[in-house]
């Protein structure tokens, strides 16, 4: 069996940390690693073969204690990510997002302020809608981390996780 991985090998990888993120156009790749809770958000431009990557870890900068990183936050970041792939070349009219992520990695007796990943994922989403960027795939939820790479030449999203294995979206 062939793993998506081995087709990296000779590529080029930009590699975006915790409330980081990263703009670059075809043949580059981006991708994080560890995605749990948090969510990793593809954008990219189909024409221009821009595409940029933000590992976000939380929902709103609202009552946030620090505030310097806005690529922490949803609400913050999807906006920087968005003006750093216009700055680059990219076209907002025709951004696509595909997203992965917001697990529920820990159980806190059911309260659901506790789950960031749903938190997550909800503000990613209406931020998206907000900014009309349309989510055209998405592996969220559930209860595993997941490494995602976003392939630049052709879009594609392609989601590593121990529990469901490897696809690409």
Do not use: Q, W
């Not at 750093?84 to 917001?102: F, L, P, S």
């Not at 059911?110 to 503000?123: F, K, Q, S, W």
């Not at 809608?129 to 052709?154: F, H, M, S």
């Amino acid at each position: 069996m062939r793993c998506f991985t081995d087709e990296f090998k000779t590529d080029i990888m930009i590699v975006i940390g915790m409330a980081d993120y990263a703009v670059t156009r075809s043949p580059e790749k981006l991708t994080t690693l560890g995605l749990g809770s948090c969510v990793g958000i593809a954008l990219y431009d189909p024409v221009t073969k821009i595409g940029g990557l933000i590992h976000i870890m939380l929902p709103t900068i609202e009552n946030a204690r620090y505030t310097d990183n806005r690529a922490k936050f949803a609400d913050s970041g999807i906006s920087i990510l968005i003006e750093e792939m216009i700055k680059t070349g990219a076209v907002r009219r025709r951004m696509v997002a595909k997203i992965a992520g917001g697990a529920k990695m820990f159980s806190f007796n059911n309260d659901a302020n506790m789950n960031i990943g749903e938190r997550n994922v909800l503000a990613t989403k209406a931020v998206l809608e907000e900014l009309k960027v349309p989510i055209i795939a998405e592996d969220v939820g559930k209860n595993y981390g997941r490494t995602v790479v976003l392939d630049t030449n052709t879009g594609d999203y392609y989601i590593k996780s121990a529990i469901k294995g490897e696809i690409i979206i």
